[in-house]
Nanobody, 124 residues
């Protein structure tokens, strides 16, 4: 079993930046693709970004491309989400997610392991 815990959320003005972190614990954590999802009030959870385990390939939702950067440090906290140029529409609960799909996979769906989420609020 893998447990994920997000941190770094908060309140920021439009145009500002936040950096989310995700810490993993539990069984041996290797060959996991990592992703970030978000859920705004009254909306379904949506994909934000993902990164593969070994090659560092990344993929972003069109709505955040060029503003958000996903990265990972496999030796420490496994994944980060640097969010720049934040907009009010980025307001949501952000969830870290993991999928043990192999060394270089980069799924956009699945991710059976998810954290409890961290709130990001962007004021206009």
């Amino acid at each position: 079993q893998v447990q994920l815990r997000e941190s770094g959320g908060g309140l920021v003005q439009a145009g500002g930046s936040l950096r989310l972190s995700c810490a993993a614990s539990g069984r041996s954590f290797s060959r996991y693709a990592m992703g970030w999802f978000r859920q705004a009030p009254g909306k379904e959870q949506e994909f934000v970004a993902a990164i593969s385990w070994s090659s560092g390939r990344t993929y972003y939702a069109d709505s955040v491309k060029g503003r958000f950067t996903i990265s990972r440090d496999n030796a420490k906290n496994p994944v980060y989400l640097q969010m720049n140029g934040l907009k009010p529409e980025d307001t949501a609960v952000y969830y870290c997610a993991a999928d043990q799909c192999g060394m270089s996979c980069l799924p956009l769906t699945g991710y059976p392991y998810r954290g409890q989420g961290t709130q990001v609020t962007v004021s206009s």
